[in-house]
C-alpha cells in the first residue's frame, strides 16, 4: 500500500514558470515531510522540508506548502530553469522513533530553456 | 555538512561472485542508515534499516542470506550481495539518518551490473 502518494508523474514547463508537485498521505502520525531532488545517476539530495506546525516553508526558490486537515502538501519552484530539471521525490515519517521514509513514486520535471 | 559517501560508485562482476558496498557519513554519527535499490525511473525501494551494533531489520520480500548488512560503526554500513545474479543488477542507495533532526542524506548510489 502505498504510504504516500505522489502526482502527477512528469511534468514539462518552460524556463521561468512554477512547477507544482503535490503529495498526500493517510498517516496522520507523519510529522516530517522532505523533498527530495535526484539527478540521473546520482542519489536523492535533501531539498526543503517541513514539519505539520507550519503552513509554508520557503529556501530560495522552493517553496513547501502545507494543508495539515487535507493530509498533503505540495512543492513548488519559482521561476524555474533548466538545470532544475531532475525528479523530485516527497517522503514523510514519523519523528524520533527512528522509522523509515515513506516515498512518493516521484515526479519528473523537465524544463525546456 | 551532512555528506554521505558510497564506494565503489559503480561495478562489475559476474554471476556467482560476491560484492560488497560501503556506506560512510563523513561528517556525523548515523544510528540508523538506510538501503534502497531503485529501478529506472522508479521510486526508492526499501530494502533494510540498519541499525549500529544490531541486526539489520529486511523489508518483506528481501532475502536477508543474500543481502548482507553490517553496521558495524556510527559512521559506517556495508551491504554485501552475495552469489549475485543478473537480476541483482541495480543501483544501490544508501542513506544515513542524522539523529537529532530526523534529517535522512543519501549517499551517491552504487550501479551495479552483473554479467
Known amino acids: 500500500q502505498q504510504q504516500v502518494k505522489q502526482s502527477p508523474q512528469s511534468l514539462i514547463v518552460q524556463k521561468g514558470g512554477i512547477p507544482i508537485i503535490n503529495c498526500a498521505y493517510e498517516?496522520?502520525?507523519?510529522?516530517?515531510f522532505p523533498w527530495y531532488q535526484q539527478f540521473p545517476g546520482k542519489g536523492p539530495a535533501l531539498l526543503i522540508a517541513?514539519?505539520?506546525?507550519?503552513s509554508e516553508k520557503k529556501e530560495g526558490r522552493f517553496t513547501i506548502s502545507f494543508n495539515k486537515s487535507a493530509k498533503q502538501f505540495s512543492l513548488h519552484i519559482m521561476d524555474s530553469q533548466p538545470g532544475d530539471s531532475a525528479t523530485y521525490f516527497c517522503a514523510a515519517s514519523k519523528s524520533y522513533t527512528g522509522n523509515q521514509f515513506y516515498f512518493g513514486t516521484g515526479t519528473s520535471l523537465t524544463v525546456i530553456p | 555538512g551532512a555528506v554521505v559517501s558510497q564506494h565503489p560508485s559503480w561495478v562489475i562482476c559476474k554471476s556467482g561472485t560476491s560484492v560488497k558496498i560501503e556506506c560512510r557519513s563523513l561528517d556525523f554519527q548515523a544510528t540508523t542508515m538506510f538501503w534502497y535499490r531503485q529501478f529506472p525511473k522508479q521510486s526508492l525501494m526499501l530494502m533494510a534499516t540498519?541499525?549500529?551494533?544490531?541486526?539489520?531489520?529486511?523489508e518483506q520480500g528481501v532475502e536477508k542470506d543474500k543481502f548482507l548488512i553490517n553496521h558495524a560503526s556510527l559512521t559506517l554500513s556495508t551491504l554485501t550481495v552475495t552469489s549475485a545474479h543478473p537480476e541483482d543488477s541495480s543501483f544501490y542507495i544508501c542513506?544515513?539518518?542524522?539523529?537529532?533532526?530526523?534529517?535522512?542524506?543519501f549517499g551517491p548510489g552504487t550501479r551495479l551490473t552483473v554479467t
Open positions: 540498519s541499525n549500529e551494533g544490531s541486526k539489520a531489520t529486511y
Open positions: 498517516n496522520t502520525a507523519f510529522d516530517y
Open positions: 542513506s544515513a539518518r542524522r539523529d537529532i533532526r530526523n534529517e535522512q542524506y
Open positions: 517541513i514539519r505539520p506546525d507550519v
